[in-house]
């Protein structure tokens, strides 16, 4: 089974639709997470961390349940910047310096 | 300006003639990393140093080495190329201890094709 897990879409959405993508993860010792954005042939970027407590930053809140191993990432009000690839990232607490990634979600939003 | 920094950013070469790629660094961080993505897996980790002298694999070292005998440089070198390991390269770094936020800074990326 891999570290992590995401369904890889594509979601297509209109403008101003509310999307929500969840990523599964396998290790319960798993301390730390993150989504990530990817534009086409970019580097990823840090889109936010996810903490125990769930997150919101503007449009986006990331969520962490712990029992069921999952997070998610809800996207409010999608506008068309933000079509890209989102990687789920996990990173293994007895060794700080693994990270695992999931092989992203793709969206489009369109107009 | 913080960046990290990959060259080459596009190579093509051949089967079994020794390449580096060189990643370097300008934010004193002291964790770097290689990651290679390839349609379908996803970003998987090469190698990574917590700090100067301290490398380990990851979960794809094979046929890839590392050296870390400066804080900001990290290159990655395979001695002898084969074409499974064409890939789009990621080096990239962040801050250790009570500092580190999580958040991981990657240079651009480096297409290798080997034929």
């Known amino acids: 089974r891999k570290e992590v897990e995401q369904d890889p879409g594509p979601f297509n959405v209109p403008e101003g639709a509310t999307v929500a993508f969840n990523c599964t993860y396998s290790?319960?010792?798993?301390?730390?997470f993150f989504w990530y954005r990817q534009d086409c042939r970019k580097e990823p970027k840090l889109l936010m961390s996810?903490?125990?407590s769930g997150n919101e930053d503007g449009r986006f809140t990331a969520q962490l349940n712990r029992a069921s191993q999952y997070i998610s990432l809800l996207i409010r009000d999608s506008k068309l910047s933000d079509s890209a690839t989102y990687l789920c990232?996990?990173?293994?607490?007895?060794?700080?310096?693994?990270?695992?990634f999931g092989r992203g979600t793709q969206l489009t939003v369109w107009p | 300006e913080a960046q990290v920094t990959q060259n080459p950013r596009y190579l093509i070469t051949v089967t079994g003639k020794k390449l580096t790629v060189t990643c370097s660094q300008n934010?004193?961080?002291?964790?770097m990393s290689w990651y290679r993505q390839d349609p379908g897996l996803g970003l998987r980790q090469i190698y990574y140093?917590?700090?100067?002298?301290?490398?380990d694999k990851g979960d794809v070292p094979e046929g890839y080495k590392v050296s870390r005998k400066e804080k900001r440089n990290f290159p990655l070198i395979l001695e002898s190329p084969s074409p499974n390991q064409t890939s789009l390269y990621f080096c990239?770094?962040?801050?250790?201890?009570?500092?580190?936020?999580?958040?991981?800074?990657f240079g651009e990326g480096s297409r290798l094709t080997v034929l």
């Open positions: 934010m004193n961080h002291e964790y």
């Open positions: 990239a770094s962040r801050l250790s201890g009570g500092q580190n936020t999580g958040e991981l800074f």
């Open positions: 290790n319960s010792a798993s301390q730390s």
């Open positions: 996810v903490y125990s």
């Open positions: 140093s917590m700090n100067v002298e301290v490398t």
């Open positions: 990232v996990v990173n293994r607490g007895s060794t700080l310096g693994r990270l695992y």
